[in-house]
């Protein structure tokens, strides 16, 4: 069993910047193994691909709308996974959720809800204009 818990979600101004962190934990879980990604959901929404980073670190991700603006990072030390987000917009909005993908190849990033296994309980974040 994987255990996921995400932090650092809040409310921030339109242009601002916010860092969320996810720390892993399990029983029998290689937590450096493992590639990981970020998604989110906004109200009446799909959950949606935000960015994945491959095991090592070596190979990260984004979607479109958030290149360049958004970075994913890990410490394999500490098992944690995190996404710094910067110049927020109000349609960043939405709650963020960590997950792990426990079955693909190690240097193949996923980009949808199902590929990926252990989820967290997320974390909102909120933009205001």
């Known amino acids: 069993q994987v255990q996921l818990v995400e932090s650092g979600g809040g409310l921030v101004q339109a242009g601002g910047s916010l860092r969320l962190s996810c720390a892993a934990s399990g029983r029998t879980f290689t937590f450096s193994s493992y590639n990981m990604g970020w998604f989110r959901q906004a109200p009446g929404k799909e959950r949606e691909f935000v960015a994945a980073?491959?095991?090592?670190?070596?190979?990260?991700d984004y979607t479109d709308s958030v290149k360049g603006r958004f970075t994913i990072s890990r410490d394999n030390a500490k098992n944690t996974v995190n996404l710094q987000m910067n110049s927020l917009k109000p349609e960043d909005t939405a709650v963020y959720y960590c997950?792990?993908?426990?079955?693909?190849?190690?240097?193949?990033?996923?980009?949808?809800?199902?590929?990926?296994?252990?989820w967290g309980q997320g974390t909102q974040v909120t933009v205001s204009s």
């Open positions: 980073i491959s095991w090592s670190g070596a190979r990260t």
């Open positions: 997950a792990a993908d426990l079955r693909s190849p190690r240097y193949t990033l996923r980009y949808t809800v199902g590929a990926y296994e252990y």
